[in-house]
């Protein structure tokens, strides 16, 4: 009777070990799953990306964008795998694909969305030619601004832009937008020889001053007649 109540306590105890062992192999075997939902950005933002997986397993992050591809490496942080975006990448505005690699499960992929940063300093680059025009309704100078971020990131279509032009003591002002990564206007010659100046804002940054200078219009032909009261 002692050797039966062995043998069943015996049986108990092997179930309950298989069980529980059958139970961890499931939970230790899920694919991985993504943890950050958010897919936009603004350049210079802090992004990581965070995984939950199981503890065996070992992979690594593909970045790719316009300028080239990097393969990051996870920091494991209480069985979450998370994965630092370089500024090299988190810095420039536009689409960036990313894919999550392993030996084993299939590969997940996704991508972010990173707009340029319009919240912080503005910087302004601007051409204006020819610098020398002459008088009257037909002959201008073109002027041409390109905004851009810290990062040097182009400003996308519809940013406004202030243009001022100033002729001795008449300012004049206009808006204008930008449009495939540039803003552009002409300014048309005043009907007399003088300074024409030339400046922009966009985002309360002001860019430089810069000169046309207004020559008198070529010389066309006249005439002159004379009248005397008397003979002498």
Not at 219 to 230: C, E, L
Request: hydrophobic residues 40%.
């Amino acid at each position: 009777m002692r050797y039966i109540i062995y043998i069943v306590w015996l049986v108990i105890l092997t179930q309950g070990c298989s069980s529980e062992t059958a139970e961890l192999d499931i939970s230790d075997n899920y694919p991985p799953v993504l943890l950050t939902k958010e897919t936009s950005y603004i350049a210079g933002d802090n992004i990581t990306l965070r995984f939950k997986a199981n503890q065996n397993t070992r992979g690594v992050l593909v970045v790719k964008n316009a300028l080239g591809s990097s393969l990051i490496e996870p920091v494991v942080k209480d069985g979450i795998l998370e994965f630092q975006i370089p500024a090299s990448y988190s810095q420039i505005a536009g689409l960036s694909h990313w894919e999550f690699v392993t030996a084993k499960e299939n590969p997940i992929s996704g991508n972010l969305q990173i707009a340029p940063n319009t919240e912080k300093t503005t910087l302004i680059e601007s051409y204006l030619g020819p610098r020398s025009i002459i008088a009257g309704n037909i002959d201008y100078s073109m002027f041409i601004i390109v905004p851009t971020d810290m990062f040097d990131n182009t400003f996308t279509n519809g940013t406004e832009v202030i243009v001022k032009h100033q002729f001795e003591d008449t300012i004049s002002q206009n808006i204008i937008e930008i449009e495939n990564l540039v803003a552009w206007t002409k300014i048309g010659a005043s009907e007399k020889a003088g300074r024409l100046l030339v400046t922009a804002s966009c985002n309360t940054t002001d860019s430089k001053e810069l000169t046309s200078l207004v020559y008198p219009s070529n010389a066309i032909d006249f005439t002159i007649s004379s009248k005397r009261d008397h003979q002498y």
